[in-house]
């Protein structure tokens, strides 16, 4: 443009760009104007995104208690901090190897923030030091979807096939039903990131139950399966020896043997864990010190079955050596679903917890693979089946 009026003044097009050149450069004063106008702009802006909108409170319509706490994970979505649901606690990613316990169901109104009724779930996490509240579509169980919760060293046990065996506290019942997926097999998948097959059954025996025997006690189990399709193998029996039968400890002990035996004569490298009984409250009674049916103590019991286990150099898990005290005089009633034996789901997964680290820290030193962890999530919907056997019992038995 510059050059386009010089020419038509008959200037050269030199001095004409010299002088546009000049031009360009404002002085200190103007420049400091500009500076102020630029900065006056900011502020405006700043202060003009400083005002949020307010989000109308939504309202309670309703709520019950939850009978049960069952475990979920947050698919998608937001957990909110009040019923509210103005505030956001944290997103899905955010909250995304939190396991949560449903403790209310509620309808709420949010026609103030443009919607109708939905309902949500007032939600604490395991440890119960978060909670919140989750609209139920963004709830998933924890035995579906993408749910990474795997332990440091888990991936010794990557690729292993591991079953578990045992009464009613390995299926998964509460004294009332039968948990599906959601018995400490299920976390021992999650935790340690590979498949699991429950062999639980309701009302199994370690040794031969006479008239109330069943297809789930430890010798038809034993022979139902051959263990060289089997790299991991935990053997958890003993609870309905101590209420319900009169076999002695030392028939207890030589059943044990007998199938620990068969068990590594299918397969030599099989890697056993043995897991000892509970504590039971018969009658509302720590049944550690008294005699049951068999003429035995839970604890002679439990030393019974430990110097099998030694015999063999196999681990063992000693819940009377835990140290974080999982089930106790003192909150037996609240950590047993019936108050009696039988785990409720939160307690599943506190048991699934522990044995995953057991087994961790005791898996065999010269079977530890060398090849590294990898880090993805797993997108398997469960990685918990159960045998035909153990499917097959019914949930209204009172045994463990």
């Known amino acids: 443009m510059a050059v386009a009026i010089a020419a038509l003044l008959g200037m050269s097009a030199d001095i ?49 208690t939850v009978d049960e706490e069952l475990p979920y994970h947050i698919e998608k979505g937001y957990v909110y901090t009040s019923s509210k649901l103005t505030k956001k606690a944290g997103s899905a ?15 709420i109104d949010r026609s103030s ?7 949500w779930y007032y939600v604490k996490s395991g440890s119960g030091t978060q909670s919140g509240w989750i609209w139920q579509g963004n709830l998933e169980p924890i035995s579906e979807g993408v749910f990474d919760i795997a332990m440091k060293n888990s991936d010794y046990f990557k690729g292993l ?65 051959n263990f060289k399709n089997y790299d991991v193998a935990t053997i958890a029996y003993g609870t309905n020896d101590y209420g319900h039968v009169s076999n002695s400890l030392s028939d207890i002990q030589e059943t044990l043997k007998q199938n620990i035996q068969k068990m590594k004569s299918d397969n030599k490298k099989l890697i056993i864990y043995g897991i000892l009984p509970i504590t039971r409250y018969d009658s509302n009674t720590n049944s550690d010190d008294i005699i049951g049916k068999g003429g035995f103590t839970m604890n002679e019991l439990r030393n019974a079955e430990a110097e099998v286990y030694k015999e063999f150099d196999i681990p063992y898990l000693d819940w009377r050596k835990d140290t974080t005290q999982l089930i106790t005089d003192s909150n037996h009633e609240y950590r047993l679903y019936d108050e009696r034996l039988h785990p409720s789901a939160k307690t ?47 949930t209204t038995s009172t045994k463990k």
């Open 16 to 64: 004409t760009v010299q002088a546009a050149s000049k031009t360009a450069t404002p002085s200190k004063s103007a420049a400091s104007v500009t500076k102020s106008k630029n900065s006056s702009s900011s502020s405006v802006k700043a202060s003009t995104s400083s005002v949020k909108e307010t989000i109308p409170d939504a309202s309670l319509v309703s709520s019950t």
């Open 93 to 107: 990613k955010d909250f995304a190897k939190v396991t949560w316990y449903i403790e209310k169901k509620a309808v």
């Open 113 to 119: 923030q443009g919607a109708g009724n939905s309902v």
């Open 161 to 225: 096939n591991v079953i578990s065996m045992g009464d009613s506290i390995t299926k998964g019942y509460d004294g009332y039903e039968t948990l599906n997926n959601m018995g400490y097999p299920t976390w021992l998948s999650r935790y340690l990131d590979t498949d699991v097959l429950n062999a639980g059954y309701n009302g199994a025996f370690l040794c031969d139950g006479g008239e109330e025997e069943t297809e789930g006690d430890l010798t038809p189990t034993v022979n139902a399966h």
């Open 348 to 394: 599943y997964q506190l048991m699934g917890r522990e044995i995953a680290q057991f087994m961790i820290k005791n898996f065999p030193k010269d079977q530890i693979k060398t090849t590294k962890k990898t880090t993805s999530s797993s997108t398997k919907k469960t990685t918990t089946t159960t045998s035909k056997a153990s499917s097959s019992i019914t």
